[in-house]
């Protein structure tokens, strides 16, 4: 398993292949068309996205990975409309433009979440000044490419691939191929091959069980000179045969399949950025088959990111623990807690001696929501806020007390005088303090708003405090 904290700010992946503008037209269907027995969508909006390749390409983006993008496009409103979508996720495009064929374009018309239909237009051209000009492309930018993706959806930017991969190889960089077509031949010394269950089976013939699966796969790595190939299996995960080492399966990771657009552009970028990091295919194929898992539960074209496919990783292998927690303990469990749908509330407080008023401030609190967190003062804070002879209790006599409290999920502990750090760094979704506050004077408060957070103001239960239990007891 690689680190938990992707970082691939200083990675840069070249993507190579079929570029398209993926759009959407959205609108309600309330009536048969008087001309055919065809339902009539009004349409209400037009959303464009980068698809093929480009799609790839902005998946990577969305990880943090530097991106060049070599692709053919038309001289056409569609081609400007591809490439400023993608400038404006940070793709840099290399394109190839040509007069003579349209920016291939997939019309999908979509009612209530459902697609009714999908609309392509398209044409094919792979002459020999094409294909040399994205030779030229991808020879000029892969000296600062950590590795190459080359994206094929047989529409005509990769007709001279063995070329391509060849350059690679003199580059010393690694390639991963999504492959098209029934002759794998062409893809002969790339460093991995995903090909999906169907193409696999289109080259190999059909396979009973996983078991022929790995032995046909097994020959077709060792003919055509892969160190990988990776056969997805949809509903039945997946299979890495990698060189030198024993097969190695998964399970799907998709809980619930609502559009498989796309899946296997996320599976190749995430794959191959983890791969620059790592250099082990088996934590590449491991992240890639759980980012797979979280697209095809989106609708449309989808992508994920860094800090949800980290945090997606984090709640597969670990488990949900409660009680005191340090504060970086306690920001990976709210991350989990978060990822799950769960909302979380933040409190703060000496709590030098626990009282029936905190205990029901802290019911009203957790009813805000699902898990609840309290911050307390270490002692050092608490004598610079009450003075030199508090705290009455310490710090792990304090928090041990509010652990027993059944509406309290976690106990933490700052050592500044506000809680304005903590608070930015587990960022809560509700923010509770008790008294008579104004919502602009508690700290923290602005930090949460802004990032989407409510802020509440309960009141203590009246006749309890901790000064007056001190000064009963001292008299």
């Not at 993008?69 to 993608?86: C, M």
């Not at 090909?195 to 009973?208: S, T, Y």
């Not at 056969?231 to 995960?237: C, F, I, N, S």
Request: aromatic content about 6%; glycine content about 8%; proline content about 3%.
């Amino acid at each position: 398993m690689i680190s938990s904290h992707l970082n691939f700010k200083n990675k840069h992946i070249l993507v190579v292949g079929d570029v398209m503008l993926d759009r959407y037209w959205h609108g309600g269907t309330s009536r048969i068309s008087p001309e055919a027995p065809v339902q009539v969508v009004k349409v209400s909006s037009v959303e464009d996205r980068p698809g093929g390749a480009a799609n790839v390409a902005l998946g990577l983006a969305k990880l943090g990975v530097r991106v060049s993008l070599v692709g053919v496009v038309g001289q056409d409103e569609n081609a400007t409309a591809l490439e400023n979508a993608l400038t404006q996720s940070g793709v840099e495009c290399h394109f190839v433009t040509t007069d003579s064929l349209p920016t291939i374009t997939k019309l999908r018309v979509i009612s209530r979440h459902q697609q009714l239909i999908r609309l392509d237009f398209e044409e094919r051209e792979d002459t020999l000044s094409q294909n040399q000009a994205v030779a030229d492309k991808v020879a000029a930018l892969l000296p600062d490419a950590n590795a190459v993706i080359y994206s094929d959806y047989a529409k005509g930017c990769l007709a001279d691939v063995s070329t391509l991969i060849g350059l690679s190889n003199e580059a010393s960089v690694p390639s991963f191929v999504d492959p098209k077509g029934d002759d794998f031949s062409i893809y002969q010394g790339a460093t991995l091959v995903k090909p999906n269950m169907v193409e696999f089976e289109a080259i190999v013939g059909k396979c009973a069980d996983l078991k022929e699966i790995e032995q046909k796969g097994l020959e077709l790595r060792e003919r055509f000179g892969w160190q990988s190939l990776l056969v997805t299996r949809g509903e039945d995960g997946l299979v890495l045969l990698e060189e030198g080492k024993n097969s190695f399966s998964l399970a799907t990771a998709a809980k619930e399949v609502f559009d498989v657009t796309g899946a296997g552009d996320t599976v190749v970028a995430v794959l191959t950025a983890i791969y620059t990091t790592s250099k082990r295919f088996s934590d590449a194929v491991d992240y890639a088959n759980q980012a797979a898992g979280y697209v095809v539960g989106k609708l449309g074209t989808a992508s994920i990111d860094a800090d949800t496919l980290e945090a997606i990783m984090f709640a597969r292998s670990h488990s949900t623990n409660f009680g005191v927690l340090s504060p970086e303990s306690l920001q990976e469990q709210i991350k989990l807690a978060q990822l799950n749908g769960e909302k979380i509330v933040f409190t703060n407080g000496c709590f030098d001696i626990l009282h029936p008023g905190h205990v029901a401030y802290m019911k009203q609190a957790k009813a805000l929501g699902d898990r609840l967190v309290v911050a307390v003062n270490t002692d050092a804070s608490v004598k610079r806020l009450k003075g030199e002879k508090r705290p009455v209790n310490d710090l792990t006599h304090r928090m041990a007390v509010l652990e027993g409290v059944g509406s309290i999920d976690w106990v933490t502990w700052f050592d500044e005088d506000t809680p304005l750090e903590i608070i930015q760094t587990l960022t809560p979704d509700v923010l509770v303090k008790g008294g008579d506050y104004t919502i602009e004077s508690i700290v923290g408060a602005e930090h949460v708003l802004e990032h989407g957070g409510e802020v509440k103001v309960l009141s203590f239960v009246d006749g309890y405090s901790t000064t007056s239990i001190i000064e009963k007891a001292n008299n």
